[in-house]
């Protein structure tokens, strides 16, 4: 899609109980980092399942103006990488779209090579702070050209002759800046040592290890993680399977949660502990999930998830647990909206500096529609009304934020009244197949 496509407004009306099996697209970080390392790696990479949504087609292009090779065939991706340490300068901008995780993760990838890369972005993307990626980068030797205001792109990297490994302490819970600094390890001579006080998804050291980086990972008594990468391995293409997204996996979640009588089976969700702060939410609300089938595929915890319609209560969410589901606050908001007493969710700090602002996104999305809630710095509290009554009526401003727009449609379900979001196009960046998907489970969003 264009930056500037028209905008495509979308309502949810009140739908009778959801039933039906479903899959969800693969899994976002996943899909991005298979596309990199692929990429990057000598020999072929094969990938099934993988999300083919627009955030992620545009890294696949990043890595092909690079020199890897990629194809579509049936329903595998086959990618031949340049080999680490071999990408190419690209000849024109490197165009991430909507993407932070695209566009932050690949600075790192590319910002230590000696050769000039540009990062160009939609609106969005390119109110979103970059800081928190060029300065480490920069303690490793990399200059930034050009940049907007406050270290925001478009921006213009260029890279040393050979890049300074350091040890880095990631300032904020983000699993995005501790991917930056190992990717940038990875073209660096010696260790880079990345450490994170707080545990973000951990997709970038499990799926390293796998394409054979010298990686390793220690935990102290404190918990904080120290990961070490020991640069300029070599990295052999691998099979990959992405498995079902929860952070979408969550949006048909709260739905069959908030429509009465509903009964809905999600199949092939990934079940990485990282990942699942939602779910533990939603069952300590009382929301009837169970977890069918666990198992284990190419590393990654899997499940199906049956999901009955529920009385919901208000919970407290421990702040600590804002890294396992920093993805999936919109969406409990939405579920809060019909729980019993008050939802109070904190440390959300970093729910400001997404694709919109979402704490504040959410806030007056709910104000919309009739909910009592209150915005802090860094929380939010909601407080419900069972059954839906008097809720819905008002039109969302998305702000170019997929999840903005994916989670208000969801609260139309089960509102009294339906609910317009003013712009669903973004969907497809992350879950092109929502309305279909949630269409086939009965539910009426046109
Ligand atoms: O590393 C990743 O794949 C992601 C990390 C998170 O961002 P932050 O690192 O900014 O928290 C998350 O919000 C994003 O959707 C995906
Ligand atoms: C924050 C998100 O993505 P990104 O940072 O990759 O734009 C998201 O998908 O909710």
Sequence with gaps: MSHDAAPQPATARRSNALSGVARVPGDKSISHRSFMFGGLASGETRITGLLEGEDVLRTGAAMKAMGAHIEKHGGEWIIRGTGNGALLQPEAPLD???????????????GTYDMETTFVGDASLSGRPMGRVLDPLRQMGVQVLKSAAGDRMPLTLRGPRQATPIAYRVPMASAQVKSAVLLAGLNTPGITTVVEPVMTRDHTEKMLKGFGANIHVETDERGVRHIFIDGQGKLTGQVIAVPGDPSSAAFPLVAALVVPGSDITIENVLMN??????????QE????????????EGGEDVADLRVRASDLKGVAVPPERAPSMIDEYPVLAVAACFAEGETLMQGLEELRVKESDRLAAVARGLEANGVDCTEGEAALAVRGRPGGKGLGGGTVATHLDHRIAMSFLIMGLAAEKPVTVDDANMIATSFPEFMGLMAGLGALIE
């Design 96 to 110: 991430f779209g909507n993407a932070g995780t695209g566009s932050r993760l690949t600075m790192g990838l590319v």
């Design 273 to 282: 502990p990282t990942r699942t702060g939602l779910l533990l939410t939603l």
């Design 285 to 296: 609300m009382g929301g009837n999930i169970e977890v069918l089938n666990p198992r284990n």
